[in-house]
């Protein structure tokens, strides 16, 4: 709302590096990008990962153990490896169920620069009524009916919807109640100018790099 236009890398520079991975949260701010969105699950030992899917080899994710993990051939990394980032850039931790709030806050609490968001509006809701130290956001597709209303009955003071709803008077009726908006996942020029000249904060985009030049040229 008076900060310059955001780019934040989605899960990274994932067409450069895999998705969710150390190597891939580096080339993001390598290329210059505000931050990094990234995916958070708990698995069934308590082990908090960087994680997207539900499923692993048609194996729910989260009925694995992190060794149990590693045996399908697939490393994922843990939360606790970006503390590495903690107070370096910014960082939107988008937790993909809820019901861990607990675990999630003993790992995140004194990270500065961290926004926790969810398409599972539960947390939300949950991390609010346990005085989370950090700023929280919902997650969205399509167009809620009042979603500034919404947002700040939840407590969330940043809006992340898919970008291909946004509009001016979203972004408007946000910004009247004190959220942010940075929408997923533009991955033009085009798409990025016209968020940006409806008002939005920032992206959260699959080419960060390409961003990043486009917002520093125009």
């Keep these: 709302m008076t900060e310059p236009f955001l780019i934040f890398g989605h899960r990274g ?3 450069r590096f895999p998705e969710n991975t150390i190597a891939s949260f580096d080339e993001c701010l390598r290329a210059g990008a505000d931050g990094f969105e990234t995916d958070l699950r708990l698995m069934f030992d308590r082990t908090a990962v960087l994680y997207h899917d539900d499923d692993l080899d048609d194996v729910e994710f989260e009925s694995l153990t992190f060794s ?3 045996e399908h051939g697939h490393l994922v990394d843990r939360l606790d490896e970006l503390a590495r980032y903690a107070g370096r850039t910014r ?9 861990w709030e607990p ?13 926790v968001a969810s398409f599972d509006h539960t947390v ?7 005085g989370a130290p950090f700023p929280l956001g919902v997650t969205f597709t399509g167009y809620l009916i009042d979603v500034a209303s919404y947002a700040e009955r939840l407590g969330a003071t940043y809006a992340f919807p898919n970008y291909h709803f946004v509009d001016e008077a979203m972004v408007t009726s946000l910004h009247a109640r004190g959220i ?4 997923y996942t533009p991955n033009r020029p085009r798409e990025w100018q016209r968020l940006r ?11 960060p790099g390409d961003a ?6 125009a």
């Design 13 to 15: 520079s994932p067409k």
């Design 68 to 70: 149990q993990c590693a």
């Design 91 to 99: 960082m939107i931790l988008e937790v993909k169920r809820s019901k």
């Design 103 to 115: 675990v999630l806050l003993e790992y995140i609490s004194k990270w500065p620069n961290v926004v």
């Design 124 to 130: 939300i809701e949950e991390l609010r009524r346990r």
């Design 180 to 183: 942010r908006v940075i929408p």
């Design 197 to 207: 000249e409806v008002g939005c904060d920032g992206v959260i985009t699959d080419h």
């Design 212 to 217: 990043v030049a486009w917002r520093d040229g």
